[in-house]
């Protein structure tokens, strides 16, 4: 079993910067991918940044690129997202995601809350 504890959502103005964080915890894992998505009320959740095990060329979705990085610590097993230029429409709760290795298990962090005010 794996933990996921996401941190550093809130409220920001347009244009602000926010950094979230997730830390996977538990015992003898080892981590396929970690990423984020992110979910609005009546939308499905949508896909916004990935990094792979051996930090090969991270994903993003095209609405957050060259905004956001996301970048993984192998060591401490945590993935952070450092969002930049923030918009409203970047508003919704965020969740981290972990695949561990093999590609068969997946498992979510509970979400944090991003508000981007105009």
């Known amino acids: 079993q794996v933990e996921l504890v996401e941190s550093g959502g809130g409220l920001v103005q347009a244009g602000g910067s926010l950094r979230l964080s997730c830390a996977a915890s538990?015992?003898?894992?080892?981590?396929?991918?970690m990423a984020w998505f992110r979910q609005t009320p009546g939308k499905e959740r949508e896909f916004v940044a990935e990094v792979t095990w051996n930090g090969g060329s991270p994903s993003y979705a095209d609405s957050v690129k060259g905004r956001f990085t996301v970048s993984r610590d192998l060591a401490k097993n945590t993935v952070s997202l450092e969002m930049n230029s923030l918009k409203p429409e970047d508003t919704g709760v965020y969740f981290c995601?972990?695949?561990?290795?093999?590609?068969?298990?997946?498992?979510w962090g509970q979400g944090t809350q991003v508000t981007v005010s105009s």
């Open positions: 538990g015992r003898g894992f080892r981590t396929y991918s």
């Open positions: 995601r972990v695949v561990l290795a093999g590609g068969m298990t997946v498992y």
